[in-house]
């Protein structure tokens, strides 16, 4: 199937000029969803993940049925206020101005072996942004899962040495 057509193109949203990725119809279709996490899981399956940390929120659609196929943990990572317990936080900039990211300080022990997971790879703030929550945490980040990637952003740069990929690049 091809997973790139089940996505629609939404111009000038959130603000104009920019050509947002709508993964959502992608969701709504059971084959193409189903392959998505599949493909998403074959890259990922010999990888002896404890935990999967996703972030908000569509990172949370493509996260939790990795944990479950994985037999691994859920962790979300959220925008302030979200999360209920104690936590710890991360600012990081976007391509039109910062944002902030949360994780419970008791949701990764030391030494899991995580990986994190979004639904689109831009610029790459806010996954360098949970990644620096696992390391904070003293976990060790194992790899980085997207199922989209915008090739002109460069975010891949930003995510240096980690094993990161992505299903589909626009």
Known sequence: ??????????????????????????????????????????????????????????????????????????VPV????????????????????????EIHTDAIQAGERVLVVDDLLATGGSAKAAIELVERLNAKVVGVAFLVELLALRGMSKLGDYNAFSIIQY
Do not use: W
């Not at 925008?79 to 990211?101: M, Q, S, W």
């Open 78 to 101: 959220r925008k302030p206020g979200k999360l209920p317990g104690a936590t710890i936080r991360v600012e990081y900039d976007l391509e039109y101005g910062t944002n902030i990211l």
């Open 1 to 74: 199937m091809d997973l790139a057509a089940c996505i629609r193109d939404i111009p000038d949203f959130p603000k104009k000029g920019i050509l947002f990725k709508d993964l959502t119809t992608l969701f709504q279709n059971p084959g193409a969803f189903h392959e998505a996490v599949d493909a998403m899981y074959a890259r990922v399956k010999g990888l002896q993940i404890d935990t999967i940390v996703a972030i908000e929120s569509r990172g949370f659609i493509l996260g939790a049925p990795l944990a479950y196929q994985l037999n691994a943990g859920f």
